[in-house]
């Protein structure tokens, strides 16, 4: 059963970065009228997000996010024995992006690199995976890296989804450290992956159809486009989440004066509050990223933690941070961090120049 | 929980005036009737009536009726 505490592992920082585009979600006025667009910013809490450019990727944003935090905490490049990279916006089709970030960053070769492909519980379960591949003693420094350009696969004339994304990366560092430990569980309902699903361009549909047709008003896609039911998505959200809190703080001990920050996966603002309320959660502890970065998948819970924190604070944090979403996959960490290591948001339009297609 | 007070409760979430909600209205010729009224509506019943509304169940929804009957 995936629930515990999983030991020597310690989160020594944590760095985030996004596009230096602005898009303000009332620049869709146009689009979806005035009315319905204020009463989505209303629920979902999204004022503006940042969007990467055409030739931008995920790992491009989560590069300069693990260089920032590399040079921060000064580790030497050739103590770095993992990197993990948490995305549904690989690069490529194959290789695995955490390959060609390995590449890029320059990492010794006696190093494990591999991609995950989870969304909005990515950053919860890449603790875990890394946490896990830490247990024997010899792996002592990973780069649990992700992000995802999300804005790329969604329809720009689909309004329940359209406003809602942002683009980001960002990179964790973690160490093994026998004086930590980090309380964990994870859920799956492997029945509900319709929920939020791209169905073409894959293996199972490879040739969809590329002509966005009409769902409903102001809601057109095509195959190749991301699909997400937001009633059952809330549905689900309303109901595990705060159960899996409850008994999550239960089994732990963790009282309501215990944290500092809840960082929860920014789906929807109006969600979120409802979640705190069932949980017991007091709003003022409630960390909110989504009112200028969106919701942005698999970083939502580190760029949460680097608004709150980056360049502002000092001293050990204690977060809890549940992430919750596609899949369906659920789950919640509670872990120490050091404030002053969780990085300023940087904003950048670097991509790698190389990385376009071989032609040899 | 009385009739009108579900009734209050359906027209502040719709954003509706007071008294303006009428049980044998069509939902679909409601406005504000819309993806992000289905969510509202499924936090309000959890919240009110801690019963679980899922997004299948909200599509059977034909009439105000339909709500109210549901809100128990």
Known sequence: ?????????????????????????????GLFGEESVSKFVKMTGVEQRHVASEKQTASDLAFVAAQDLIKHLEWDINSIDGLIFVTQSPDYIAPATACVLHGRLGLKKDCIA?????????????????????????????????????????????????????????????????????????????????????????????????????????????????????????????????????SFMAEHNISHNDYDLF??????????????????????????????YGNT???????????????????????????????????????????????????????????????D | MNVQTKLDLLEDMLELEQGSLEMTCKLESLESWDSLAAISLIALVDEHFEKRLTGAMIKEFKTVQDIIDFME
Request: hydrophobic share 35%; with cysteine.
């Open chain 1, 1 to 29: 059963m995936p629930k515990g505490i999983l030991r020597n592992i310690a989160i020594r920082g944590i760095a985030c970065a996004v596009p230096k585009t602005v898009v303000k979600t009332s620049e869709s006025n």
């Open chain 1, 114 to 246: 591999f991609d995950v492909n989870l969304g909005c519980s990515g950053f919860v379960y890449g603790i875990y995976i890394a946490g896990s591949l830490m247990q024997t003693g010899d792996t002592k420094r990973i780069l649990f890296l992700g992000g995802d350009t999300s804005t790329k696969g969604i329809s720009p004339l689909d309004k329940s989804a359209a406003m809602l994304f942002g683009d980001s990366g960002f990179a964790t560092a973690l160490e093994h450290d026998e004086a930590s430990q980090i309380p964990y569980c994870y859920y799956t309902d492997g029945t509900g992956y319709k929920s939020i699903i791209t169905p073409a361009g894959a293996c199972r549909t490879p040739k969809g159809s590329h002509e966005r047709r009409e769902f409903g008003e102001g809601v057109l896609r095509s195959d190749y486009d991301l699909y997400m039911n937001g009633a059952e998505v809330f549905d689900f959200t309303i109901t595990e989440v705060p159960n899996m809190l409850k």
């Open chain 1, 263 to 292: 960082a929860p996966h920014q789906a929807n603002v109006f969600m979120l509050k409802h979640i705190a309320k069932k949980a017991k959660i007091s709003l003022d502890k409630l960390g909110v990223s989504m009112d200028r």
């Open chain 1, 297 to 359: 998948s698999v970083t939502s819970i580190p760029i949460t933690i680097c608004d709150a924190y980056g360049g502002k604070e000092q001293g050990i944090k204690k977060v809890l941070a549940p992430g919750f979403g596609i899949g369906l996959s659920w789950g919640t960490n509670y872990f120490d961090v050091l404030a002053e290591n969780c990085l300023p948001i940087i904003e950048t339009d670097d991509y790698f120049e190389d990385g376009g297609i071989v032609v």
